[in-house]
Nanobody
């Protein structure tokens, strides 16, 4: 079992930045593809980004390329999502998810086995 914990969410003004973190207890994250998803009120959960086990490959939702960046620090056993130039439409609960079987291109929630509880990101206009 892997227990994922997100942190770093909060309230930010339009144009601001936040960095989310995803850490784990129970097992190291090194053997997992890690993805970020988000869900806004009244909307379906959507894929944001994913990062390979080595950190060398990343995959992003087309609409977020250039603003969001996923990275991982194996020494800290933490995966990050750097979010820049935030917009009100980025307001959502952000979740990290882990899969030991998928590839970095996996963008469906069903492809991930473990989920965190989410962290709220609110972008004010």
């Amino acid at each position: 079992q892997v227990h994922l914990v997100e942190s770093g969410g909060g309230l930010v003004q339009t144009g601001g930045s936040l960095r989310l973190s995803c850490s784990a207890s129970g097992r190291t994250l090194s053997g997992f593809i890690i993805a970020w998803f988000r869900q806004a009120p009244g909307k379906e959960r959507e894929f944001v980004a994913s990062i390979s086990r080595s950190g060398g490959l990343t995959n992003y939702a087309n609409s977020l390329k250039g603003r969001f960046a996923a990275s991982r620090d194996d020494a800290k056993d933490t995966v990050y999502l750097q979010m820049n130039t935030l917009k009100p439409e980025d307001t959502a609960v952000y979740y990290c998810a882990a899969s030991s079987k998928s590839v970095v291109s996996a963008a469906l929630g069903s492809e991930y086995d473990y989920w965190g509880q989410g962290t709220q990101v609110t972008v004010s206009s």
